[in-house]
T-cell receptor, first 112, second 117 residues
Framework: GNSVTQMEGPVTLSEEAFLTINCTYT??????LFWYVQYPGEGLQLLLKATKADDKGSNKGFEATYRKETTSFHLEKGSVQVSDSAVYFC???????????FGQGTILTVHP | EAQVTQNPRYLITVTGKKLTVTCSQNMNHEYMSWYRQDPGLGLRQIYY???????DKGDVPEGYKVSRKEKRNFPLILESPSPNQTSLYFC????????????????FGPGTRLLVL
């Protein structure tokens, strides 16, 4: 079956540091890949997505590229801010009825 | 404002006392789903619905029921809650466009934190 593996957290960074959160997946067919973000006390919201190989999703300074050859969708940001502190989920959309398969989530804390 | 709402946001109950968590969306979405979030496990799908009167099991359906009598509402029912159902629950919806479901963004409610004693 489909599965998503994220790097172990939590991740703690200083403001303006470079961020990478690794995500790899196992899937059959041609899945779409997503990063969702959960701010404290809130529900999940879409951060970015890519629907086919070599697509790059980007939003709010975050980027991720769909790499079919390495089955990866790593999240990056060049300069994090305190307001980026949240839980980040990598997810895979691989079935016709739109089910999302999630990774375990990575807690990011950014200090001033 | 386009949104998914859930009620209640917080609930403490005792083993065996039936409860319902409501979910409503105002975006005319076809597809709705329930997930539970547990530490270290991410989110796991409980049940989903592709349209009115069409529901099916997700990955962890045991102990839960759902119904979809109206397009906008998708309540989650725990007939006899047990402590292992203590969790954070999210309802989600997406347009459900035929042939594009795997690409669609899902919109999540704010979550319901349930404690079963």
């Amino acid at each position: 079956g489909n599965s998503v593996t994220q790097m172990e957290g939590p991740v703690t960074l200083s403001e303006e540091a470079f961020l990478t959160i690794n995500c790899t997946y196992t899937a059959t067919g041609y899945p779409s890949l997503f990063w969702y973000v959960q701010y404290p006390g809130e529900g999940l919201q879409l951060l970015l997505k890519a629907t086919k190989a070599d697509d790059k999703g980007s939003n709010k300074g975050f980027e991720a590229t769909y790499r079919k050859e390495t089955t990866s969708f790593h999240l990056e940001k060049g300069s994090v801010q305190v307001s980026d502190s949240a839980v980040y989920f990598c997810a895979l959309g691989g079935t016709s009825y739109g089910k999302l398969t999630f990774g375990q989530g990575t807690i990011l804390t950014v200090h001033p | 404002e386009a949104q998914v709402t859930q009620n209640p946001r917080y609930l403490i109950t005792v083993t065996g006392k039936k409860l319902t968590v409501t979910c409503s969306q105002n975006m005319n979405h076809e597809y709705m789903s329930w997930y539970r979030q547990d530490p270290g496990l991410g989110l796991r799908q409980i049940y989903y619905s592709m349209n009115v009167e069409v529901t099916d099991k997700g990955d962890v359906p045991e102990g839960y029921k759902v119904s979809r009598k109206e397009k906008r509402n998708f309540p989650l029912i725990l007939e006899s809650p047990s402590p292992n159902q203590t969790s954070l629950y999210f309802c989600a919806s997406s347009p459900g466009t035929s042939g594009r479901a795997r690409q669609e963004t899902q919109y999540f409610g704010p979550g319901t934190r349930l404690l079963v004693l």
